[in-house]
């Protein structure tokens, strides 16, 4: 009886241990998809403030990514009414963790009922063509 109850504290050890390791993968993989929205977002912003600055989708083929980088979402780029708009799904928690490697950037949010969120002082105008909760990136390119 002894043995079983030592087995039974070993097992509710371990579980404790394999849950706290799953929060942790979870909070990795949350970094992950950040840092990749933000190398993404880098490359789109390095080519279009290059010289082009051609309204419409920008394709990922014709930005100077890293090698070997893989995308994790699918971002998106475009430039339209003088903005450009970089974008994609993305959690509460990456979004937030998007805007903390900006130091705070009131250039990127989360889309809202057409709008950026946080928004600062006035209202920062989201396309349709950007999906209600996604993290989005707006500056303008005039």
């Given amino acids: 009886m002894k043995a079983l109850a030592v087995l039974m504290f070993v097992l509710g050890v371990l579980a404790m241990f394999r849950f706290g390791s799953m929060d942790s993968q979870d909070t990795h993989r949350a970094e992950s998809i950040a840092a990749n929205f933000a190398i993404y977002r880098n490359e789109v912003h390095r080519y279009v403030f290059n010289g082009h600055k051609t309204p419409g989708d920008i394709a990922t083929a014709s930005l100077g990514l890293p090698t070997g980088w893989v995308m994790l979402r699918p971002w998106h780029a475009r430039i339209e009414a003088g903005c450009l ?58």
Avoid: K
């Fill in 85 to 142: 708009y970089v974008w994609g799904e993305a959690s509460p928690e990456e979004i937030a963790l998007v805007r903390d490697l900006y130091w705070g950037s009131y250039a990127i949010g989360r889309a809202a009922a057409g709008q950026l969120l946080p928004s600062y002082g006035g209202v920062t105008p989201v396309p349709a063509f950007v999906s209600e909760g996604d993290i989005v990136s707006v500056v303008s390119v005039e």
